[in-house]
Structure formats: C-alpha cells, structure tokens
C-alpha cells in the first residue's frame, strides 16, 4: 500500500485538486502511471512503483 495523496494540477496558474480516480491507468515496467484529468484540460501523470 502506498499513500493516498492529494493531487493538485500541475498546470501552471491552477493548482486545483484532481478527482482521486484517474482517467487513465496503465502499467509499464517503471510501475503503475495514473493519468489524472483537470477541468482545465492538464493531464497530470504519477507513477507508483509497484
Ligand atoms: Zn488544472
């Protein structure tokens, strides 16, 4: 398990808090990235080692 973290758009000038369910999960070998979609647009993108 891993922490829950709050998740701001990184877009510069928004900084709102992203819905907690990304938009888009996909695995790669560097781990799980999570595509989170802002109402403004920005596509924010984590990465959680798995
Ligand atoms: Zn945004």
Redesign the pocket.
Known sequence: MFEELTL????EG???D?DPEPALVFRDVGGERRAYE?????I?VTVAKT
């Open positions: 701001t758009c990184e877009a928004c900084g709102r992203l802002c109402v403004c647009g920005a924010t």
